[in-house]
T-cell receptor
Framework: AQTVTQSQPEMSVQEAETVTLSCTYD???????LFWYKQPPSRQMILVIR??????QNATENRFSVNFQKAAKSFSLKISDSQLGDTAMYFC??????????????FGKGTHLIIQP | GAVVSQHPSWVICKSGTSVKIECRSL??????MFWYRQFPKQSLMLMAT?????????EQGVEKDKFLINHASLTLSTLTVTSAHPEDSSFYIC?????????????FGAGTRLSVL
């Protein structure tokens, strides 16, 4: 079984600053994906970014980027030029994958990110 | 982008009654859908994996007779909470994995808040 750990229950930064959310995971699987999901007060889960474990290059989506350290089993999310709309719960998630298909997601406990004006 | 519709968004029922929640993929086919449960201020926990045309796979500790899952078509999965009790009150979220999509992305419904009186 895999576990996902987010050690920062809450973070608060000023608008326009850069913030990094940490995530570590533990698995014995070789084929897997890692995700960051955002859950605003509406509770709708929104995909922020994903990373295939076999890719060494870190994923980037506009202001969002990850630092994927496979050997260390670390998967942090960096948000640049933070905006008020980034305020939300952020969940790190793990999904193993085999030839038979993908498993469900294992989520960390989440980090509540607050962007201050 | 891919859209998943979940209905109802909020339901209140009396103890002992059954409640059905629908999860539909609106613009893609999904052989596999997932059901999660989220308690207040907590993370999402995978309850079961729903596969079209076959029995659902339940996570350890989830009562399959309490949470009935039916995946009758490539666009619809339903979760029925049978003989609901106050402890079943929670936020239930479904997700669907696009059959033709790359990267095994799961798209989430907006969730259903269940309150059992």
């Amino acid at each position: 079984a895999q576990t996902v750990t987010q050690s920062q229950p809450e973070m608060s930064v000023q608008e326009a600053e850069t913030v990094t959310l940490s995530c570590t995971y533990d698995t014995s699987e070789n084929n897997y994906y890692l995700f960051w999901y955002k859950q605003p007060p509406s509770r709708q889960m929104i995909l922020v970014i994903r990373q295939e474990a076999y890719k060494q290059q870190n994923a980037t989506e506009n202001r969002f980027s990850v630092n994927f350290q496979k050997a260390a089993k670390s998967f942090s999310l960096k948000i640049s030029d933070s905006q008020l709309g980034d305020t939300a719960m952020y969940f790190c998630a793990f999904m193993s994958y085999s030839g038979g298909g993908a498993d469900g997601l294992t989520f960390g406990k989440g980090t509540h990110l607050i962007i201050q004006p | 982008g891919a859209v998943v519709s979940q209905h109802p968004s909020w339901v209140i029922c009396k103890s002992g009654t059954s409640v059905k929640i629908e999860c539909r993929s609106l613009d893609f086919q999904a052989t596999t859908m997932f059901w999660y449960r989220q308690f207040p201020k907590q993370s999402l926990m995978l309850m079961a994996t729903s596969n079209e045309g076959s029995k659902a796979t339940y996570e350890q500790g989830v009562e399959k007779d309490k949470f009935l899952i039916n995946h009758a078509s490539l666009t619809l999965s339903t979760l029925t909470v049978t003989s609901a009790h106050p402890e079943d009150s929670s936020f239930y979220i479904c997700s669907a994995r696009e059959d033709s999509g790359l990267g095994n992305i799961q798209y989430f419904g907006a969730g259903t808040r269940l309150s059992v009186l």
